[in-house]
């Protein structure tokens, strides 16, 4: 079932997780979402960089987001590209694949310095 801007966001309240790192729903659409979180301290790693965790985290939110709650990854594959000099990252979920049990997906995490980030692929199975 796909939900509207605000839909999404009131389905999506309830993860706590996503909630604890501030990231932000900004579009959605048929097997796509953007999503953004402003970079702070609890983001960073022992050497002041932006954790990798933490760009993972957005694009597996952006992720779900994306697939509406209708499916749950199976695989995940990150390729970090570049350090992060910005001070927001956001990430773009775009479907690739619909089959019949499985979606195959593609995330980009950028900064707003316009600097690519991170590429992620995403193979998930249908739960609904």
């Excluded at 960073?44 to 965790?53: A, I």
Aim: charged fraction near 25%.
């Amino acid at each position: 079932m796909r939900r509207n801007l605000e839909e999404t966001k009131e389905y999506f309240a309830g993860d706590k997780y996503a909630a604890l790192t501030g990231i932000e729903i900004l579009e959605v659409d048929e097997g796509y979402a953007k999503c953004s979180m402003i970079l702070d301290e609890r983001h960073r790693n022992s050497k002041g960089g932006v954790h990798g965790g933490a760009i993972f985290t957005l694009a597996d939110y952006c992720y779900g987001v994306a697939v509406d709650g209708a499916a749950v990854s199976m695989t995940s594959e990150i390729n970090y590209l570049a350090a992060s000099k910005g001070t927001v990252l956001t990430a773009e979920a775009r479907m690739l694949k619909n089959g019949r049990t499985t979606v195959f997906f593609e995330v980009r995490v950028t900064d707003d310095l316009g600097k690519i980030v991170a590429f992620v692929t995403m193979t998930g199975y249908k739960i609904q």
